[in-house]
């Protein structure tokens, strides 16, 4: 049996974001959705998110770019004096490595931005992280503690298989783009699984058995995507997906990933794809469902 989740990173971005995921939803095949509870479109996100209730919604941890959600005093060694947190992954996880940002910090924040999405009346489903960052043994142990203590057992497994980001960027080449960046990414994650899943055992925490889009990010259109589903393993699977419609919040904010979005967003509502998981009896799932 095959369960497949498809969930929109970004949720609470820009207004277009909440609109191409709420539009993936109601007309295509998105499931799941992480909010970003530091997000400039968050307020419009929940409102939109309480409109669809079948739509699973998780919350998508930001340790990189926008606000602090928890007071300053509690974060002090990872937001600066405005309450800014880093600006980009590689300063991030510098300072973090040097020892600069504290656990404890991470710690409060994640659970700073879970308890604002919680007190908004949404039931959080599941957790993952802006730009992965939880790949990072010190960041998963931070997360792991928080989800524990809130209750929550479902996390995202960043770690792709090797064999299976080879065989859709090829495909993805034949038609023109190339994906070096994103190959050496998923690399870079998948040397870190024994760590992710010691901590995962240690905490109780669940992940699809398998995760798919990180080589593929903001290429995934109508025909990669529709490949990707037809060789899809056995068991469960997310794929990542960053549907939305450009706006000017978008085109400003800074994200490398523009018209790529609405790209991801065809590829949802296209019928093709739609009936490539009908073909092969492919069940559609939220995290709120796995196992």
Not at 36 to 43: E, K, S
Not at 60 to 85: M, R, T
Not at 122 to 139: G, M, Q, S
Request: hydrophobic share 40%.
């Amino acid at each position: 049996m095959k369960h497949l989740i498809l969930n929109a990173d970004d949720f609470g971005m820009t207004l277009g974001v909440n609109q191409g995921i709420i539009r993936a939803h109601r007309d295509g095949i998105l499931t799941s959705a992480t909010l970003m509870a530091n997000g400039l479109a968050y307020d419009d996100a929940v409102v939109q998110a309480k409109t669809v209730p079948e739509l699973g919604v998780g919350c998508h941890l930001v340790l990189i770019g926008g606000k602090a959600v928890a007071p300053l005093k509690q974060v002090k060694s990872l937001a600066d004096a405005d309450g800014n947190l880093p600006q980009s992954l590689p300063s991030f996880v510098a300072r973090l490595s040097a020892g600069l940002i504290r656990t404890g910090a991470i710690e409060h924040e994640f659970r700073a931005q879970i308890e604002k999405i919680r007190s908004s009346g949404i039931a959080v489903t599941h957790l993952d992280t802006h730009k992965h960052t939880h790949a990072h043994p010190k960041v998963m142990e931070a997360l792991a503690r928080v989800a524990k203590q809130l209750g929550i057992t479902r996390i995202r497994k960043p770690m792709e298989n090797l064999r299976d980001s080879w065989r859709t960027t090829r495909s993805a080449r034949a038609d023109g783009t190339g994906h070096t960046a994103e190959l050496v990414a998923a690399a870079a994650a998948r040397a870190v699984t024994p760590w992710f899943k010691a901590i995962s055992r240690k905490y109780g925490l669940r992940s699809p058995d398998h995760f798919l889009g990180l080589a593929m990010t903001g290429s995934l259109g109508p025909a990669p995507l529709r490949r990707m589903i037809e060789t899809l393993p056995d068991g469960s699977t997310e794929i990542m997906l960053h549907p939305a419609v450009r706006d000017d919040a978008l085109a400003h904010s800074g994200s490398r990933l523009q018209m790529q979005r609405e790209l991801e967003l065809q590829a949802l509502l296209d019928p093709g794809v739609k009936s490539a998981l009908a073909e092969r009896d492919i069940r559609l799932i939220t995290y709120g469902e796995l196992n």
